[in-house]
Nanobody, 120 residues
Framework: VQLQASGGGLMQAGGSLRLSCAASGNIFSIDTMGWYRQTPENQRDLVATIRSGGSANYADSVKGRFTISRENAKNTVYLQMNSLKPEDTAVYYC???????????????WGQGTLVTVSS
């Protein structure tokens, strides 16, 4: 199983970026998918998660600016980031809690991380 993230880059404050993350491999089902971010000073923090049915959860710091969505048929999760701020600068990691054939509880898998830099 592999999670491939893309879409990071450099953006000015107030701009927008869209991150994508596609899960591939021998996947039976995917429960929650999400995005986390990490700076050198901090631990990896939750940004947003979305369940297979579409219900989403956001960190307070991104509510109203970021939108998470997913395409279940493509095993893909997106993060639309608007009104970016310098404090959004971080490495963003995608996550999927999924089952491979033969396993019962879902397990967490992580993408490789994509750097988002927001300049002031």
């Amino acid at each position: 199983v592999q999670l491939q993230a893309s879409g990071g880059g450099l953006m000015q404050a107030g701009g927008s970026l869209r991150l994508s993350c596609a899960a591939s491999g021998n996947i039976f089902s995917i429960d929650t998918m999400g995005w986390y971010r990490q700076t050198p000073e901090n631990q990896r923090d939750l940004v947003a998660t979305i369940r297979s049915g579409g219900s989403a959860n956001y960190a307070d710091s991104v509510k109203g600016r970021f939108t998470i969505s997913r395409e279940n048929a493509k095993n893909t999760v997106y993060l639309q980031m608007n009104s970016l701020k310098p404090e959004d600068t971080a490495v963003y990691y995608c996550n999927a809690n999924l089952r491979v054939p033969g396993t019962i509880p879902p397990r967490p898998y992580w993408g490789q991380g994509t750097l988002v830099t927001v300049s002031s």
